[in-house]
């Protein structure tokens, strides 16, 4: 009688074990991330540090990825409110319609926690990013150093009307205030942030004035086609080229001297802190409407501590 008693609940408790954690993953809440492009090394370790947030606090992240496409993410984010998630950690695939799915969560009482990008037409409740206007600035300084305040400036700038490329601006220009002298020759959009645009509008730049002696890519992606088209130009100067964002590519271009300088983010630690404040946020704690992180100069001096451990 005891040993089919004992056998009874050992059964019992194997059976409830066993179910514990799959009814653990139905309760557990549930968030939102919709990025604007996974291919983007940046947005990609925003979510790797996002989803080890996320496990770590028992939280179920739905991850959508709108490959660049402000329609198709404004879809996907209607999808998250229709499955009811506790709040929305949102990267804006582009500045056309960046305001829709925030008005649309807000409607239905889902906080959004904005990264990188902020719509200015409809500000997320919440929005984590690196202080781009001052990190261009400090960026702008290192090129007036560099060349002694002197040289022929090409800008290869991001999506026109987001955040990153609007305030990116605003800070180099600041740091160009100051070094006159180095004269802004030609400056052009990208769309997709991509090297491969940065190398053709870099080598059409560079046909039309083959005098420039600075690049200053918005992004590390496009620093490095700039970098590469300078290679393939084998002009008769040197070619200052720098970026911004600290991705893994920029990085190592730093060490080898491909890149004079990058701003590192603190990628890792923004993925982190947008799943607290997405948590916050859905269990009522108000936060303030910017959280900005400092972003970092980073030189063939300093580079190799980024590249062995990303902040």
């Known amino acids: 009688m005891l040993h089919r008693l004992s056998t009874s609940v050992l059964a019992f408790l194997v059976a409830t074990t066993g179910l514990a954690p799959a009814a653990r993953a139905a309760d557990a809440p549930v968030i939102g991330l919709a990025v604007a492009n996974l291919q983007a090394d940046f947005f990609n370790q925003i979510k790797q540090s996002a989803s080890a947030e996320a496990a770590a606090r028992g939280v179920r992240l739905l991850v959508v990825d709108a490959h660049g496409d402000s329609a198709t993410q404004v879809n996907q984010i209607q999808d998250l409110i229709t499955r009811n998630v506790k709040a929305i950690i949102y990267i804006p695939a582009g500045a056309t319609a960046a305001g829709v799915p925030v008005r649309s969560a807000k409607q239905a009482n889902i906080p959004v926690v904005a990264v990188d990008r902020n719509p200015p037409d409809a500000p997320a409740t919440t929005f984590i990013a690196s202080d781009s206007v001052a990190g261009a600035k400090a960026l702008g300084d290192f090129v007036c150093k560099q060349t002694g305040g002197t040289g022929v400036l090409a800008v290869i700038q991001g999506q026109i009307g987001t955040t990153p490329e609007q305030d990116r601006a605003k800070g180099f220009q600041m740091a160009l205030s100051h070094c006159p002298n180095v004269r802004t020759i030609a400056q052009q ?43 393939v130009a084998n002009l008769d100067h040197k070619v200052i080229v720098v970026g911004f964002d600290g991705d893994t590519a920029g990085l190592k271009a730093v060490a080898k001297g491909t890149l004079s300088a990058t701003m590192t983010q603190k990628t890792q630690y923004m993925g982190k802190l947008a799943v607290d404040s997405a948590l916050d946020l859905a269990n009522g704690k108000k936060l303030p409407a910017q959280q900005l992180q400092e972003a970092v100069l980073t030189t063939k001096d300093n580079v190799s501590p980024f590249i062995a451990n990303h902040p």
């Open 189 to 231: 959009a990208s769309q997709e942030w991509s090297q491969s645009e940065g190398f053709s509008i870099g080598q059409d730049m560079l046909q039309r004035h083959p005098e420039i002696t600075v690049f200053f890519g918005r992004a590390d992606a496009l620093a490095l086609g700039a970098a590469q088209a300078v290679k």
